[in-house]
Nanobody
Framework: QVQLVESGGGLVQAGGSLSLSCVVS????????MGWYRQAPGKQREPVAG???????NYADAVKGRFTISRDNAKNTVYLQMKSLKPEDTAVYYC??????????WGQGTQVTVSS
């Protein structure tokens, strides 16, 4: 069974930085598009950043210029580097691995809290 394990969340002051990691347990990683999503209390889950198997990236407008997504196929790992964090970035961050029409897997989430 495919597992995605996120790590790196925590508490940080506004303006600070955090780096999230997501390790995928199976060899699907290299063919999967990877994404980071977040869900704040009382809100729907929303996309934050994505990276295709070929390395193309996209970002939500709210995080452009502050967040960077990257992947290491040799380590089956996707990263989300977050800087200039704001209180509104507070949420549970989820990792997703998908290949359209074939699979979509989610991690358990990691909490990011940004204090003002």
């Amino acid at each position: 069974q495919v597992q995605l394990v996120e790590s790196g969340g925590g508490l940080v002051q506004a303006g600070g930085s955090l780096s999230l990691s997501c390790v995928v347990s199976e060899s699907i990683f290299s063919s999967a598009s990877m994404g980071w999503y977040r869900q704040a209390p009382g809100k729907q889950r929303e996309p934050v950043a994505g990276i295709t198997s070929g390395g193309s990236t996209n970002y939500a407008d709210a995080v452009k210029g502050r967040f960077t997504i990257s992947r290491d196929n040799a380590k089956n790992t996707v990263y989300l580097q977050m800087k200039s964090l704001k209180p509104e970035d507070t949420a549970v961050y989820y990792c997703n691995a998908r290949r359209v029409g074939l699979f979509s897997y989610w991690g358990q989430g990691t909490q990011v809290t940004v204090s003002s």
